[in-house]
């Protein structure tokens, strides 16, 4: 991780800074020990994550121990499960499928797969939908939406083993992040040349993947970055007695794994999951700031059986808000649940709640997003839009050259445009409704004497 040093006396006694937050971290803490109690879990852990930065705002885990009696506490009490365990994803691996699906070209949002009436098969075996549902026709934006497997399987047969496997890489799976903590493991990713129909098939789903918690939140936030992973880390600095920093550590990216298009047409999908009827993430909705989300529930291996158990599961939910500028990606996953089996029941309420203290904490830097009704909107419209400071850059982007062109908004709903719009101080004409497909001037053309643009947008049908 790149740092600056500053000279300072030898052998020097120096205090570690981190970039934890005491009132999230305070608040992710009983906000998992209750979760854990309603649930009458076996445990489960919280990372909370911005994602422009990589920085770990809070991490907690259950069941938890005093350091300060750290004899006494057991080996499993110990462990710091957001990186030293993998789990199956379940359906909070989908986002990652889609995501290159969609950059790949080989699906868009309105493309519609035949979800076989709830039983598909495969090779020598038949998949079904969680809770034996049965879906016929899907678009790709439902398959999301309504966490359907059997979509998820026919999107991975188009994407194909190769590409797939790719992605899930650059995504950093089957990897260690290199956080600066001790006991990361890499998950486990098997070679795509080993993987058979099923194996592929059972990881568009999340199962036959090993992942763990810090993979699973850094991942999501290369969505909510517009496409970049950062490196995530939880050391901010070290400073002398004098309060002088001696070293800082300073946001890293990784790389960019999706194009910022793709990333916002995620965005958009991962919003619909949480926001709109039937969504599988309707309990993580929040009220007037919009929450890009996905569910998950994953079944664990018997391993005295080598089958998956129908009884024992890790429930989970990951988001992040606001959508259209996200302050914090959170992973919320409760193991073993006796009550409340599904992500959507044990992990959103939990990631709702949190996220509501967030919003009370840091209400100046979020605020509230008023729906945008697109229907207002004529087409042909002059919108004309308050100048206001532009956002931070994606990272590795040179922000002089941003600030000289005309932004790319292709990809973005009418609400995200509108909200680029006003960072450059342009005048929007808005055509259409749905995400945006063309735009003049073009994307990258010098803002100098162009202080209008006129956007078209499509739902695609």
Same mark, same amino acid.
């Given at each position: 991780?790149?740092?600056?040093?500053?000279?300072?006396?030898?052998?020097?006694?120096?205090?570690?800074?981190?970039?934890?937050?005491?009132?999230?971290?305070?608040?992710?803490? %009983?906000?998992?020990?209750? &979760?854990?109690?309603?649930?009458?879990?076996?445990?489960?852990? +919280?990372?909370?994550?911005?994602?422009?930065?990589?920085?770990?705002?809070?991490? &907690?885990?259950?069941?938890?121990?005093?350091?300060?009696?750290?004899?006494?506490? #057991?080996?499993?009490?110990?462990?710091?499960?957001?990186?030293?365990? *993998?789990?199956?994803?379940?359906?909070?691996?989908?986002?990652?499928?889609?995501?290159?699906?969609?950059?790949?070209?080989?699906?868009?949002? #309105?493309?519609?797969?035949? *979800?076989?009436?709830?039983?598909?098969?495969?090779?020598?075996?038949?998949?079904?939908?969680?809770?034996?549902?049965?879906?016929?026709?899907?678009?790709?934006?439902?398959?999301?939406?309504?966490?359907?497997?059997?979509? %998820?399987?026919?999107?991975?047969?188009?994407?194909?083993?190769?590409?797939?496997?790719?992605?899930?890489?650059?995504?950093?799976?089957?990897?260690?992040?290199?956080?600066?903590?001790?006991?990361?493991?890499?998950?486990?990713?098997?070679?795509?040349? %080993?993987?058979?129909?099923?194996?592929?098939?059972?990881?568009? $789903?999340?199962?036959? +993947?090993?992942?763990?918690?810090?993979?699973?939140?850094?991942?999501?936030?290369?969505? &909510?970055?517009?496409?970049?992973?950062?490196?995530?880390?939880?050391?901010?600095? $070290?400073?002398?007695?004098?309060?002088?920093?001696?070293?800082?550590?300073?946001?890293?990216?990784?790389?960019?794994?999706?194009?910022?298009? #793709?990333?916002?047409?995620?965005?958009?999908?991962?919003?619909?999951?949480?926001?709109?009827?039937?969504?599988?993430?309707?309990?993580?909705?929040?009220?007037?700031?919009?929450?890009?989300?996905?569910?998950?529930?994953?079944?664990?291996?018997? $391993?005295?059986?080598?089958?998956? @158990?129908?009884?024992?599961?890790?429930?989970?939910?990951?988001?992040?808000?606001?959508?259209?500028?996200?302050?914090?990606?959170?992973?919320?996953?409760?193991?073993?649940?006796?009550?409340?089996?599904?992500?959507?029941?044990?992990?959103?309420?939990?990631?709702?709640?949190?996220?509501?203290?967030?919003?009370? *904490?840091?209400?100046?830097?979020?605020?509230?997003?008023?729906?945008?009704?697109?229907?207002?909107?004529?087409?042909?419209?002059? +919108?004309?839009?308050?100048?206001?400071?532009?956002?931070?850059?994606?990272?590795?982007?040179?922000?002089?050259?941003?600030?000289?062109?005309?932004?790319? $908004?292709?990809?973005?709903?009418?609400?995200?445009?509108?909200?680029?719009?006003?960072?450059?101080?342009?005048?929007?004409?808005?055509?259409?409704?749905?995400?945006?497909?063309?735009?003049?001037?073009?994307?990258?053309?010098?803002?100098?004497?162009?202080? @209008? *643009? #006129?956007? @078209?947008? %499509?739902?695609?049908?």
């Amino acid at each position: 991780m790149p740092e600056r040093s500053v000279t300072g006396k030898r052998d020097e006694q120096l205090s570690l800074v981190l970039t934890l937050d005491s009132r999230i971290q305070h608040a992710v803490e %009983s906000n998992l020990k209750e &979760a854990v109690l309603r649930t009458r879990a076996r445990g489960g852990f +919280i990372i909370v994550m911005d994602p422009r930065t990589g920085e770990i705002l809070a991490m &907690a885990n259950n069941p938890v121990f005093n350091p300060n009696a750290y004899a006494g506490a #057991t080996a499993d009490q110990k462990r710091n499960r957001a990186i030293t365990d *993998c789990f199956d994803p379940g359906s909070t691996f989908k986002p990652f499928l889609v995501a290159a699906a969609i950059e790949e070209g080989v699906v868009k949002e #309105t493309d519609r797969f035949y *979800c076989e009436n709830g039983a598909y098969r495969v090779a020598n075996a038949t998949f079904h939908e969680a809770n034996r549902k049965r879906h016929g026709v899907l678009t790709v934006r439902e398959i999301l939406k309504y966490s359907s497997n059997i979509g %998820s399987v026919k999107i991975s047969e188009k994407l194909g083993r190769e590409k797939f496997h790719r992605y899930i890489r650059n995504f950093g799976f089957g990897q260690k992040t290199n956080i600066e903590l001790p006991g990361e493991i890499p998950g486990l990713l098997r070679p795509w040349q %080993s993987w058979t129909q099923v194996d592929t098939s059972t990881i568009a $789903f999340g199962q036959g +993947i090993s992942v763990t918690a810090i993979q699973l939140v850094s991942a999501l936030s290369a969505i &909510a970055n517009d496409g970049v992973l950062m490196q995530p880390h939880i050391v901010k600095k $070290f400073v002398d007695a004098s309060g002088e920093t001696v070293r800082e550590f300073t946001p890293t990216p990784v790389r960019r794994v999706v194009s910022a298009e #793709t990333a916002r047409r995620m965005t958009a999908m991962l919003t619909n999951v949480v926001g709109e009827q039937g969504g599988t993430g309707k309990n993580a909705a929040l009220v007037n700031v919009d929450v890009a989300g996905k569910t998950g529930t994953a079944q664990k291996f018997d $391993f005295a059986h080598r089958r998956f @158990s129908s009884e024992r599961v890790r429930t989970s939910f990951m988001g992040f808000f606001p959508s259209e500028n996200p302050r914090f990606v959170m992973l919320v996953s409760i193991d073993e649940p006796q009550l409340h089996k599904w992500g959507g029941e044990a992990a959103a309420p939990v990631f709702r709640s949190i996220s509501q203290q967030l919003i009370r *904490c840091f209400e100046h830097d979020i605020g509230e997003t008023p729906p945008v009704q697109e229907k207002e909107i004529n087409t042909g419209a002059r +919108i004309r839009l308050v100048s206001t400071p532009a956002a931070i850059p994606a990272a590795g982007a040179a922000a002089a050259d941003e600030e000289a062109v005309m932004p790319d $908004f292709r990809g973005m709903t009418v609400r995200q445009a509108l909200k680029a719009a006003q960072e450059k101080g342009l005048a929007l004409t808005v055509t259409g409704s749905g995400w945006a497909v063309s735009q003049k001037p073009a994307a990258g053309s010098p803002l100098k004497g162009h202080r @209008s *643009c #006129t956007v @078209s947008f %499509s739902t695609g049908d």
